[in-house]
């Protein structure tokens, strides 16, 4: 129901853009984002964005480097990731909830991606 793709091997400095298409029209009314999971470490939130789109809330270490939109007429929801750093390299995984912002947490969601890898090579 969550697909995500974009992911890929990139150099340090480089971009890359994520999208997450979903299936169901019911998404259009939940909260979406993104968490990612590094090796060995747990999974952790990156991003996420209201239905509307109008609020947004990112993770510090991403703020300023990644922005989040979503276009609900194409079901889609995108990450631009910029500057991106070694410490970025992650498997990166779509995610939506019917929950605010501060509950938009990995126990609270209800539907994932199966997940895209980003690397980044320095």
């Known amino acids: 129901q969550l697909i995500d793709s974009g992911g890929g091997l990139v150099q340090a400095g480089d971009s890359l853009r994520l999208s997450c298409q979903y299936s169901?029209?019911?998404?259009?009314?939940?909260?979406m984002g993104w968490f990612r999971q590094a090796p060995g470490k747990e999974r952790e939130f990156v991003v996420s964005?209201?239905?509307?789109?109008?609020?947004?809330y990112y993770a510090d270490s991403v703020k300023g480097r990644f922005t989040i939109s979503r276009d609900n007429s194409k079901n889609t929801v995108y990450l631009q990731m910029n500057s991106l750093k070694p410490e970025d390299t992650a498997i990166y995984y779509c995610a939506a909830a019917n929950v605010g912002t501060s509950e938009f947490k990995v126990e609270r969601i209800t539907n994932w991606g199966q997940g895209t890898q980003v690397t980044v090579s320095s």
């Open positions: 964005i209201g239905p509307s789109g109008s609020t947004t």
């Open positions: 169901r029209p019911l998404f259009g009314i939940y909260r």
